[in-house]
C-alpha cells in the first residue's frame, strides 16, 4: 500500500455504533447501562440476545384488536388467512399496535 493510500485512510472517520431500532415501531432506541429501551413501545431489550421484555410487566396489557381491514375481513389467499392476536404491548404505548398477525393454514373442511 502507497504512502497517500495510508495518509488518505488516516483521514478517514470511524463507524459509530448505533443502538438496534424497535421492531415494532422501527425508532431507535434508547441505552438505559443495561437494556436498549423504546418509549413508544413501552419495551425493553436484552442487550445479549436483543429478546423483548414489557418494560413493566405490571402494567394492563393494550388489547387492541387488529387494525388492517384486509386481516379483519379474514381475505384468504391460496389456502391461508391472518390470524390476529390483541395488541400484546401495555396501554399507554404511543405508536402503532402489535398484533403478531400471522399467516395460517385454513384447515380443510370435512367431506359432508
Request: proline share 7%; charged share 25%.
Amino acid at each position: 500500500m502507497s504512502d497517500s493510500v495510508r495518509e488518505r485512510e488516516a483521514l478517514l472517520p470511524e463507524a459509530e455504533p448505533q443502538n438496534p431500532c424497535c421492531p415494532v415501531c422501527g425508532e431507535v432506541t434508547s441505552f438505559d447501562a443495561d437494556d436498549f429501551e423504546c418509549a413508544n413501545c413501552l419495551l425493553i431489550f436484552s442487550t445479549t440476545n436483543l429478546s423483548a421484555s414489557l418494560a413493566d410487566s405490571s402494567a394492563p396489557q393494550c388489547a387492541s384488536e387488529c387494525e388492517d381491514k384486509h386481516h379483519r375481513e379474514q381475505i384468504a389467499l391460496h389456502g391461508y388467512r391472518y390470524a390476529c392476536r390483541p395488541c400484546a404491548l401495555s396501554a399507554g404505548h404511543t405508536d402503532v399496535h402489535f398484533t403478531g398477525c400471522r399467516f395460517e393454514r385454513i384447515p380443510a373442511e370435512p367431506n359432508s
